[in-house]
């Protein structure tokens, strides 16, 4: 079993920046790709950001060159650094990771999710 906690969410004015982690835990032999996805009242979940277990990223159109997705793999901790938020980025940021276990099994893991609101 494995396990994503995630942190760093809060309430910031608009232009401000936040960083959020993702500590991942549990029977883990490998992440491969971490991803950041949010998801907004009365809005589908969203790409937010992935990113590879060789570093590779992609970005939403609506975040590229403002957010920054990066991975510490010998702490199992993936981060997303938030700068020029605006207030439509306020919403509940989830982790994903796709993992492989020390028991042989791949699967897809989510965190609870972290609250971003960015004020006017």
């Known amino acids: 079993q494995v396990q994503l906690v995630e942190s760093g969410g809060g309430l910031v004015q608009a232009g401000g920046s936040l960083r959020l982690s993702c500590a991942a835990s549990?029977?883990?032999?490998?992440?491969?790709?971490m991803g950041w996805y949010r998801q907004a009242p009365g809005k589908q979940r969203e790409l937010v950001a992935r990113?590879?277990?060789?570093?590779?990223?992609n970005y939403g159109d609506s975040v590229r060159g403002r957010f920054t997705i990066s991975r510490d793999n010998a702490k199992n901790t993936g981060y997303l650094q938030m700068n020029s938020l605006k207030p439509e980025d306020t919403a509940v940021y989830y982790c994903?990771?796709?993992?492989?276990?020390?028991?042989?099994?791949?699967?897809?893991?989510w965190g609870q999710g972290t609250q971003v609101t960015v004020s006017s």
């Open positions: 994903n990771a796709d993992v492989y276990t020390f028991g042989g099994r791949s699967l897809t893991s």
């Open positions: 990113i590879g277990s060789g570093g590779s990223t």
């Open positions: 549990g029977s883990i032999f490998r992440i491969n790709a």
